[in-house]
């Protein structure tokens, strides 16, 4: 069965500096699909990135980049010299391959940046 | 392009009420989701509609939830007799097709309270 964990409930930084969000997942597929999405305070998910079990190409956009390793079933999330804009909620969620699409959501990590 | 519409934006009733909730997805996605999300979790999928017929609506509690799409469109997720525990945020998410690799984009949520 597929599983998704993130271990750090919440993280307080101060403006500017670096955080890192952590994602370990579980599955047996050697297909999958993982996501993160922003959850704001009002409430939508905010899609920010798509990466296939395949592609295990570090991404970066902006001050986001994404750290997925195979090898520890991990998908970790960075943004570099955070902004108080980016105190949220984040989901790290997981797709298997095959039949319908079926979302397997994180509990989720709080992040708090404070000026 | 709009996004996901949902209404009402709040909800507060009693418990062994009924109440019901609106989703408009993107125009032109073809697969819409409601997802149940409880204080403190991810969200959880209660039902996936493809056009107008439902893919998976195996976490679905059938016995006081039930929705409907007509026509491929609009949909309605409704709860009757609401209880405590059914206190959270259902978010409506819409895609464009139903396979592993579809983003889903999701809605602003309704958030309900149960008394």
């Known amino acids: 069965a597929q599983k998704v964990t993130q271990a750090q409930t919440e993280i307080s930084v101060v403006e500017k500096e670096d955080v890192t969000l952590d994602c370990v997942y579980e599955?047996?597929?050697?297909?999958?699909?993982l996501f993160w999405y922003k959850q704001p305070p009002s409430g939508e998910l905010v899609f920010l990135i798509r990466?296939?079990?395949?592609?295990?190409q570090n991404e970066i956009s902006g001050r986001y980049s994404w750290n997925f390793q195979k090898s520890t079933s991990s998908f970790n999330f960075t943004i570099t010299a955070s902004q108080v804009v980016d105190s949220a909620v984040y989901f790290c969620?997981?797709?298997?391959?095959?039949?319908?699409?079926?979302?397997?959501f994180g509990t989720g990590t709080r992040l708090l940046v404070s000026p | 392009e709009a996004g996901v519409a949902q209404s009402p934006r709040y909800k507060i009733i009693e418990k062994r009420q009924s109440v019901a909730f609106w989703c408009n997805p993107i125009?032109?996605?073809?697969?819409l989701y409601w997802y149940q999300q409880i204080l403190g979790q991810g969200p959880k999928l209660l039902i996936q509609?493809?056009?107008?017929?439902?893919?998976?609506d195996s976490q679905l509690p059938k016995d006081r939830f039930s929705a409907e799409r007509l026509k491929g469109v609009d949909s309605t997720l409704k709860i009757q007799p609401a209880k405590l525990e059914d206190s959270a945020v259902y978010l409506c998410?819409?895609?464009?097709?139903?396979?592993?690799?579809?983003?889903?984009?999701f809605g602003p949520g309704t958030r309900l309270l149960v008394l």
């Open positions: 969620a997981l797709s298997e391959a095959g039949g319908f699409q079926k979302l397997v």
């Open positions: 990466r296939n079990s395949f592609d295990e």
């Open positions: 509609f493809q056009n107008n017929g439902v893919v998976d």
């Open positions: 125009s032109g996605h073809a697969t």
């Open positions: 599955t047996r597929d050697t297909t999958y699909y």
């Open positions: 998410a819409s895609s464009s097709g139903a396979t592993n690799q579809e983003t889903q984009y």
